[in-house]
T-cell receptor, first 114, second 113 residues
Framework: QQQVKQSPQSLIVQKGGISIINCAYE??????FPWYQQFPGKGPALLIA?????SEKKEGRFTISFNKSAKQFSLHIMDSQPGDSATYFC?????????????FGKGTHLIIQP | DAGITQSPRHKVTETGTPVTLRCHQT?????MYWYRQDPGHGLRLIHY???????DKGEVSDGYSVSRSKTEDFLLTLESATSSQTSVYFC????????????FGNGTRLTVT
């Protein structure tokens, strides 16, 4: 059972456009929602994270929007640049450890065309 | 890269042979994890450790074992490698049990022929 569903699997955006990646979850015990960015040949790196007590968090060109009632959260990349081309993973955690820790979405391969 | 070194970075091995992957951290974090990454599956937890000699199974633990004799080292062993274990393996560390934040190494690409 996939606990975090991520879409789309792949996305092509023109330079300067807005990239939007969506995730949905079922487990209402999740209380921490990070996004990871992964470049080829590298491990995923924490990009931005949000807790459910806020509806939006912004860091530079990256924004997480969170809809608790719909159990959805999304990553918006404003003014997308070719350097943003990467694979993005959403994740969710209940705060528990180990196997009850982070659950990842399947990833979105983002290509920003110059 | 948060002081995580995975070795080897690449390995090709034959079906049925044992393989050990090593993760070494310099952050003194208590929690360590092994994930595998496969197209269409994202990141799946294999095993994790919550302290020296304290380990437990993750979502896809069959065919894998782990050991942690020191805080800084977490070993992943494939006792008898199979082609289905061809994957990219990532070690991750965290100072908290919730995985906040979780820092990944740069991975080991394993090919089982």
């Amino acid at each position: 059972q996939q606990q975090v569903k991520q879409s789309p699997q792949s996305l092509i955006v023109q330079k300067g456009g807005i990239s939007i990646i969506n995730c949905a979850y079922e487990n209402t015990a999740f209380d921490y929602f990070p996004w990871y960015q992964q470049f080829p040949g590298k491990g995923p790196a924490l990009l931005i994270a949000i807790r459910p007590d806020v509806s939006e968090k912004k860091e530079g060109r990256f924004t997480i929007s969170f809809n608790k009632s719909a159990k959805q959260f999304s990553l918006h990349i404003m003014d997308s640049q070719p350097g943003d081309s990467a694979t993005y993973f959403c994740a969710a955690s209940t705060g528990g450890g180990g196997a009850d820790g982070l659950t990842f979405g399947k990833g979105t391969h983002l290509i920003i065309q110059p | 890269d948060a002081g995580i070194t995975q070795s080897p970075r690449h390995k090709v091995t034959e079906t049925g042979t044992p393989v050990t992957l090593r993760c070494h951290q310099t952050e003194n974090h208590r929690y360590m994890y092994w994930y595998r990454q496969d197209p269409g599956h994202g990141l799946r937890l294999i095993h994790y450790s919550y302290g020296v000699k304290d380990t437990d199974k993750g979502e896809v633990s069959d065919g894998y074992s782990v050991s942690r004799s020191k805080t800084e080292d977490f070993l992943l062993t494939l006792e008898s490698a199979t082609s289905s274990q061809t994957s990219v393996y990532f070690c991750a560390i965290s100072p908290t049990p919730s995985g906040f934040p979780l820092h990944f190494g740069n991975g080991t690409r394993l090919t089982v022929t």
